[in-house]
């Protein structure tokens, strides 16, 4: 049997009622040399029943149960035929074009490695809008030192921009193969298996062809980070969980003992680096911008009303273990963000104003302002199908964004 160019995954865990809209989008794709693999990690039957909807020989379903997300993914990109493997998260939505696009670009040299960019549904409060990034529309290599260059000199917003994140990008065989038969023996290892694949991709592969665009859309509002953001929900707590080992997995490489999402994310790295070896050794942790990342996050909970109070203490501990001059850095950077007592003074001041209501005043104020001024997108989409549809017959001329 002919494998298929493109063999996407869609990992999933008790969101039945995100998959119809995620392997629609896949099946109405312009490009139709594919194959769809579900990989179902529930013991339920809804998952399966909203698969069976389905009839095209393309889609295939696949039942794990009772794995970790990073073990869940792996044994879906097992089943994989194809050429080049795409991970797609329930919560996306590939543009109906997306994959067309992507064959054009790469048929003629096969790229091993490819990462694009993605418009955001933000619906996490009582207004919906759709992010979408600014984009040139072109197409260029990344050599993969580019990549790591900024894990030592920029934020982790610009690292993420164009290190091939697991769910923003694609993976040819050569270069599975390599990864699998590298030092960690896996595509995926733990912690967050869309970072750590990305940054064993830009160890084994020389370049990311990059797509200066958007190619999925996805939902903010079902989302693990999100969960570990607010400490609240079901989903930290699974995670948490069928990962095993507790919680010092998310910190056992680097000096903030406590879970945070831009921790967690550098521990990745650095554990990836470690085993890996190779480019990844010539590009070493920055840890003042490390501890800067973390201080922001932490600030940021606690402007959501999240208790921080643990992960503050974990972040300072960390901090006085450090030399004089890391330390010298973090001040320095966090001066640059304004005077300490002004950021206690904010925090303070939008706890009381969670606590009145009239915080939720002032963004309804802002959602406001920003339908009229800023993000137009809003009001006409209630899910990414329908974002996706008007972005193609926009995309086509037939309507305009006014």
């Known amino acids: 049997m002919k494998s298929p160019y493109f063999s996407v995954v ?12 995620a392997i629609e989008s896949v099946l109405r794709q312009t490009f139709s040399d594919l194959e769809l693999i579900v990989c179902d990690n529930d013991d339920g039957e809804a998952t399966h029943e909203v698969v069976a909807r389905f009839d095209d020989p393309r889609l295939r379903y696949h039942r794990t149960g009772n794995l970790s997300m990073p073990d869940n993914w792996d044994s879906g990109f097992a089943q994989a035929r194809g050429e080049y493997l795409l991970i797609l998260e329930d919560k ?22 490819l990462r694009w960019l993605v418009d955001w549904l933000d619906d996490t409060g009582s207004m919906t809008f759709v992010d979408r990034p600014k984009t040139t529309g072109k197409v260029r290599r990344v050599p993969s030192e580019e990549i790591l ?9 610009a690292v993420s921009r164009t290190l091939p994140i697991g769910h923003f990008s694609g993976f040819h065989r050569a270069l599975r193969q390599r990864i699998q038969n590298g030092a960690m023996h896996r595509l995926c290892p733990p ?76 521990n990745d790295y650095l554990r990836v680096r470690q085993a890996v070896g190779g480019r990844l050794l010539d590009f070493p942790m920055n840890w ?34 450090q030399t004089p001059d890391i330390q010298a850095q973090v001040a320095e950077a966090l001066r640059a ?26 963004h309804a104020a802002k959602a406001r302002l920003s339908l009229l001024f800023k993000r137009k997108l809003t009001g006409r989409f209630t899910t990414l199908l329908q974002y996706i549809e008007w972005e193609d017959s926009q995309a086509k001329g037939l309507i305009r964004d006014k």
Not at 149 to 157: K, S, V, Y
Not at 292 to 319: S, Y
Not at 337 to 362: A, M, N, V, Y
């Open 337 to 362: 963000r304004g005077p300490l007592w002004r950021e206690k003074l904010h925090s303070f001041t939008k706890g009381i104003r969670r606590k009145t209501g009239l915080l939720g005043l002032e």
């Open 10 to 21: 869609i990992p999933t865990k008790g969101r039945s009622f995100l998959m119809a809209g």
């Open 92 to 113: 996306q939505a590939f543009k109906l074009r997306s994959l067309e696009r992507i064959y054009r670009e790469t048929e003629k040299d096969r790229p091993e490695c």
């Open 288 to 321: 003042p911008n490390y501890f800067t990342e973390i201080h922001r996050f932490i600030v940021g909970c606690q402007e959501n009303g999240v208790n921080m109070d643990p992960e503050q203490l974990a972040w300072r501990k960390g901090l006085q273990e």
């Open 149 to 157: 260059e900024q894990i030592a000199n920029q934020d982790l917003d």
């Open 191 to 266: 912690v967050s298996p869309d970072y750590t694949l990305g940054f064993q991709a830009v160890g084994y592969a020389d370049s990311v062809c990059f797509f200066d665009e958007a190619l999925v859309a996805s939902s903010r509002v079902n989302s693990n980070g999100r969960s570990f953001v607010l400490k609240s929900g079901d989903l930290r707590h699974r995670f948490l969980k069928e990962l095993g080992g507790g919680e010092e997995i998310f910190f056992d490489h680097s000096p903030v003992k406590a879970i945070t999402i831009p921790g967690s994310i550098c």
